[in-house]
């Protein structure tokens, strides 16, 4: 394989329209991205089959929703209508079922050719970067959608609802957004009207060697841009900086934000250490209809400075962009509901809160464990300060998360504790030093082995890899999956914040663990009953 080049899908050739595809296929169905492209077609009036390796609800839903689905993977599937099979890159030329399609001489899509199938006629958004896409696209589609502008869209995570998890994939009549997966190039197929870049690192080795071919790629990315069309580019990071500025001198339009003072809208005066962030926006110039010297509040409902900056792309892309109007794109911000696996709170159980978060490049977890610092120590200081100002009442107090943070007895001292799951054999052997400084902020680390995902093992690479390198915080590896809650619940205490991190299985150990330390609990409070 040559370094940045898939060399099974060309990236660059254009994509049938949807109706002109026939019956589609989707091998996988069941998964996070491939579901939510599945669920599009649907709505386009598409006949659409698909299979997965195993049950889910997301396969029931499919098919109330009129997808044929197969739980196994095997080549009958395939109906003899069957014209065109969707893929993602994680599925092997050995699959039954692809090599099926292959002897039938079937149209093979990728999962994001499937999307561009889509997108004729349609004004797109595609945010790239290695950290923030899904979230920068979820409060995207949550702005588009408080100004009225009826967004289709299609993300990694499924949006929150008031009423719980709600869809990853909704058609509308307004702009597309896209969560655009850079990992194995396939970003390069939308020919976007917005393209927005949160960062560029050295992330998915495995496929394109090394950084400069990464930031080539993006270079390529940012030259799909639609004739007229923007570049939104994070002024805080170099890579996105150095992409801005050649996309600018070959004549191409870019507006930055950040906290650099050369962002065009500027980040200033963060607070972001309480689950309702706060920062204080100005235009450094003009930027579409807004004036140079503008400034305004920008607020999201989440912990985190990189989540403000998250927050700013969504707005530079929706104004500068997309032409919808300012207030109306921060009233929506100001409401966004969080999206599945990103700092989702699970629940509480013998005063321990549980998070769940998707982070799994050394960026992304290092953020999301100095965005529960940030709430370990505030409710702290909040905790320090209310044995001050007993039986004061206080309008403005926390909700969600912080809330449930701060409300915990002055003592024992709360802790931040980590389970991370390292997701591939190749990003762990390649980042276990940046991993072990990132979860250096935790009070409490522990290690799982590694989720292969695609990959095949490594020998001496393993969750140990990281945990060999943690400096600070109490570290341990727990290797069979199986123990993991046991070990976590014995060492869990009363005010702990408790993050599970990771892109891999980690996610079903929030149930199970809530469940163990609710049990713990109520067998603590019977032994107490019974000796007193």
């Known amino acids: 394989m040559t370094a940045g080049v898939n060399d099974r899908f060309d990236f660059t050739a254009p994509v049938p329209p949807v109706h002109q595809l026939g019956a589609v296929h989707f091998i996988a169905i069941g998964g996070a991205g491939m579901s939510g492209v599945a669920r599009l077609f649907l709505a386009a009036g598409v006949s659409v089959s698909g299979s997965d390796a195993r049950d889910s609800a997301t396969l029931r839903a499919l098919e109330a929703e009129g997808a044929t689905v197969f739980v196994g993977q095997r080549a009958d599937n395939l109906g003899a209508d069957v014209q065109t099979v969707v893929i993602s890159s994680a599925i092997r030329e050995t699959n039954p079922e692809l090599a099926a399609a292959r002897e039938r001489g079937l ?19 595609a945010v790239a970067g290695a950290n923030g896409k899904t979230t920068t696209s979820g409060m995207l589609t949550t702005a588009l959608q408080h100004s009225g502008a009826d967004p ?3 993300l990694g995570s499924e949006l929150t609802t008031p009423s719980g998890r709600g869809t990853n994939a909704a058609p509308g009549s307004g702009p597309f957004v896209i969560e655009a ?28 060697g090394d950084l400069a071919t990464i930031e080539a790629t993006f270079a390529t990315f ?53 689950m309702t962030a706060t920062a204080q926006l100005t235009w450094q110039r003009d930027v579409g209809d807004v004036s140079a010297g503008t400034t305004r509040t920008l607020t999201v409902p989440m912990p985190g400075a990189h989540n403000l900056a998250n927050a700013a792309a969504a707005l530079v892309a929706a104004t500068a ?22 700092f989702e709170l699970v629940g509480e159980a013998g005063g321990v809160r549980i998070v769940d978060d998707y982070a799994h490049n050394p960026d992304k977890v290092a953020a999301v464990v100095r965005a529960g610092r940030g709430l370990v120590d505030a409710s702290d200081d909040a905790g320090d300060d209310a044995g001050d100002d007993a039986g004061a009442t206080d309008s403005t107090a926390p909700t969600g998360i912080a809330a449930a ?27 276990a030093r940046d991993f072990a400084e990132g979860l250096s902020a935790a009070d409490v680390v522990v290690l799982m082995d590694v989720y292969a995902a695609r990959e095949d093992p490594l020998e001496g690479i393993s969750g140990a890899t990281i945990a060999d390198l943690v400096r600070g ?60």
Not at 113 to 123: D, K, N, T
Not at 323 to 336: I, R, W
Not at 414 to 427: A, D, N, S, Y
Request: hydrophobic share 45%; glycine share 10%.
């Open 107 to 125: 149209r093979v899509l990728h999962r994001a050719q499937g999307i561009a199938a889509l997108l004729p006629g349609r004004s797109a958004v």
């Open 152 to 154: 289709a869209y299609v």
């Open 181 to 208: 997966d850079e990992s194995d190039g396939s970003f390069l197929t939308y020919r976007p009207q917005v393209a927005v870049v949160t960062n560029i690192k050295a992330d998915h080795l495995d496929f394109y």
């Open 222 to 274: 940012a030259a799909t841009i639609r004739p007229g069309g923007l570049l939104v580019a994070a002024a805080d990071d170099p890579g996105a900086v150095a992409l801005a500025d050649r996309h600018r001198a070959a004549g191409g339009a870019v507006v930055t934000f950040g906290t650099s003072e050369a962002a065009d809208v500027r980040l200033g005066d963060l607070a972001p250490d309480a």
């Open 321 to 342: 962009g997309l032409g919808q109007g300012l207030d109306a794109v921060l009233a929506g911000l100001a409401v966004y509901p969080g999206t599945h696996r990103r």
């Open 405 to 431: 943070v701060t409300d915990v007895p002055a003592a024992p001292a709360r802790r931040l504790v980590v389970v991370f799951q390292p997701h591939l054999f190749t990003r762990t052997r390649d980042f």
């Open 473 to 532: 915080p109490e570290v341990h590896y727990v290797a069979d999956r199986d123990q993991v809650v046991a070990h976590v619940a014995d060492l869990a205490r009363p005010g702990d914040l408790l993050l599970l991190v990771g892109a891999g299985d980690i996610t079903e150990l929030g149930a199970p663990l809530l469940a163990r330390l609710a049990a713990v609990t109520g067998a603590d409070r019977d032994l107490e009953e019974r000796l007193t």
